[in-house]
């Protein structure tokens, strides 16, 4: 039998719903999975049918951030959750809002978070254990239809500290990236949009400490941001958004916020000699235009 889908929406701006509708294999996905209620296609019930009684479901999908205060079809979210949370067999938070808060952190209203983390503070939730998140602001669509598939098929997912899938998020953005070359004489890009350099010197790249595979499995199966000549913003970590995007911070011309796993002594004696070299392939390309 096809697994059974509750999409639930919370504070959400409908990004990962729409950012789903551009998974390639959108029409095979709707021949194996259905969906009980989803804002957008077509249902076996409405909102307000699922939330007036339990319908038999086997993965609930939450995307946007969770309050007590927020109501769906009259009903506090949070309720809703808790009538669906004991009987399917996983949860997923589908997006940055509903596995850290998201943007919508700042809302109204006080207790605006992820499902189980408000940025990195753990909330309690009884069945925390069945929560899978993927994060992303929106979510890639792939990395979404993935993870249901290896639920559907019981497929053991290991799970990172934040309950996300390592299979897409052990590894940081930087890792796969085209501009690693450039990262590495320090030869940064000082314009977006343009193919060469780096963006994490100077205009706040936060690839080498984001956790996702947007450089190994490519949106539209084409690109990326810094394929594009935009700097990673850090959309699938808790922390995000950060205030000054585009901008790195810097003590004494040295990155605040080095990238994971580096020691200070390391990247200062990396940093010294690399700056050493001149690589004129790479200078050339990037400022003889």
């Given amino acids: 039998m ?45 909102l307000e049918e699922m939330v007036r009684s339990y319908h038999d479901s ?10 007590s205060e927020f109501k769906r079809a009259g009903e506090s979210i949070v309720d809703i959750i808790n ?10 938070t589908v997006g940055t809002c509903s596995t850290f808060g998201g943007i919508f952190k700042e809302s109204p209203y006080h207790d605006s978070g992820g499902l189980l983390f408000t940025e990195e503070v753990r909330r309690e939730f009884a069945y925390h254990d069945k929560v899978v998140s993927i994060s992303g602001c929106p979510i890639h669509p792939d990395l979404l239809a993935n993870t249901l598939y290896m639920i559907r098929d019981e497929i053991t997912l290991n ?3 934040y309950h996300r899938p390592k299979e897409f998020f052990s590894y940081t953005v ?9 990262f590495e004489y320090k030869i940064d890009d000082h314009s977006f949009g343009k193919k ?24 539209n ?3 990326s941001k810094t394929r594009a000549g935009q700097p990673c913003m850090g959309c699938t970590e808790p922390s995000f958004p950060k205030q000054n995007l585009f901008t790195t911070k810097k003590n004494m011309g040295i990155p605040h916020t080095l ?17 050493a070299f001149k690589i004129e392939r790479l200078e050339k390309d990037l400022f003889d235009e």
């Fill in 58 to 67: 086997d993965i609930l999908l939450i995307e946007g951030s969770i309050s």
């Fill in 174 to 182: 930087h890792n796969g990236c085209t501009r690693n070359e450039y």
């Fill in 2 to 46: 096809k697994p059974k889908l509750f999409w639930l929406q919370g504070i959400a701006c409908n990004g990962n719903t729409h950012s789903f509708l551009n998974y390639p294999h959108l029409e095979k996905f709707l021949e194996d999975f259905s969906f009980v209620h989803h804002p957008l296609f077509d249902s076996a019930y409405s």
């Fill in 221 to 223: 199966e084409v690109n």
């Fill in 196 to 219: 060469e350099g780096c963006m994490f010197y100077d205009h706040g790249c936060q690839a080498p400490y984001t956790h996702g595979s947007c450089n190994k499995i490519l949106w």
């Fill in 83 to 92: 009538l669906y949370a004991p009987h399917v067999k996983k949860i997923v």
């Fill in 159 to 161: 799970l990172d500290k």
């Fill in 259 to 275: 990238p994971l796993g580096v020691p200070k002594r390391a990247y200062l004696t990396l940093s010294g000699v690399t700056k």
